[in-house]
């Protein structure tokens, strides 16, 4: 089946402390936004990478596109919207047919094959895939100042890629914005279709602070 990635590199260096937009820093000599869009392509040879980015940056968008220099065809760089929902929305409309879409965040740059490829089964059988990955610290509920326990084995974390058959996710993103669509999940199931859970990776972090890109920096020796 055809296979589109959106991957939503909106994001700005606030939290990280730079005035680079995380998604353009270095890791490993190459910016982050190229290692992910590299995890795509080494997965199938056959996907088509949309890369959703602030207007006022989509020419480092281009130069970084650049460097894929045997697939740039594969890559379309578009421009995203004030919410993330615009942005997905935006990068979707250059979906033209029956495939399977993945929407990743261009932060989550050490997503490996395994897990990109267990979102591609489970969309395919299921219609959906959402990765998550059981909470290993104790978590409290903050209600009004008042807070309380609860059973962390009921918590669930959840990651990208979001991964959708796009019979599923394309007409739920036509319906109108609301404030509670955190993701693509929340999307899909305002819409009135329920979605599936698979196991995600704990190596796949979203790169936020400073502390992230340290991590991240010892991890990718090992892919």
């Given at each position: 089946m055809k296979k589109y990635a959106?991957?939503?590199?909106?994001?700005?260096?606030?939290?990280?402390?730079?005035t680079t937009p995380k998604q353009f820093l270095l890791l490993n000599n190459k910016p982050i936004?190229?290692?992910?869009?590299?995890?795509?392509?080494?997965s199938y040879n056959d996907i088509e990478i949309i890369v959703v980015l602030p207007k006022e940056h989509l020419q480092?968008?281009?130069?970084?596109?650049?460097?894929?220099?045997?697939?740039?065809?594969?890559i379309t760089l578009t421009t995203g919207g004030k919410t993330r929902f615009d942005s997905v929305k935006n990068g979707l409309q250059h979906i033209k047919e029956d495939s399977v879409v993945f929407v990743h965040d261009a932060v989550r740059c050490l997503?490996?094959?395994?897990?990109?490829e267990r979102c591609y089964n489970q969309a395919v059988e299921k219609g959906s895939?959402?990765?998550?990955v059981a909470a290993t610290d104790s978590i409290r509920i903050d209600d009004n100042g008042k807070h309380h326990i609860v059973n962390r084995n009921h918590i669930k974390i959840v990651q990208t890629p979001?991964?959708?058959?796009?019979?599923?996710?394309?007409?739920?993103?036509e319906q109108n914005y609301n404030e509670t669509f955190t993701d693509e999940a929340?999307?899909?199931?305002?819409?009135?279709?329920?979605?599936?859970?698979?196991?995600?990776?704990?190596?796949?972090?979203?790169?936020?602070?400073?502390?992230?890109?340290i991590i991240a920096e010892k991890l990718i020796g090992n892919f």
């Open positions: 959106v991957i939503v590199a909106g994001g700005s260096g606030v939290r990280m402390g730079a936004l190229w290692h992910t869009i590299n995890a795509f392509l080494n480092i968008g281009e130069d970084i596109k650049n460097i894929f220099i045997n697939n740039i065809a594969q997503l490996d094959r395994d897990l990109i895939a959402i990765p998550v979001q991964t959708f058959l796009s019979k599923i996710i394309l007409p739920a993103f929340t999307v899909v199931e305002a819409f009135g279709t329920n979605v599936f859970l698979c196991h995600g990776n704990y190596n796949n972090i979203k790169i936020t602070r400073p502390v992230d890109l």
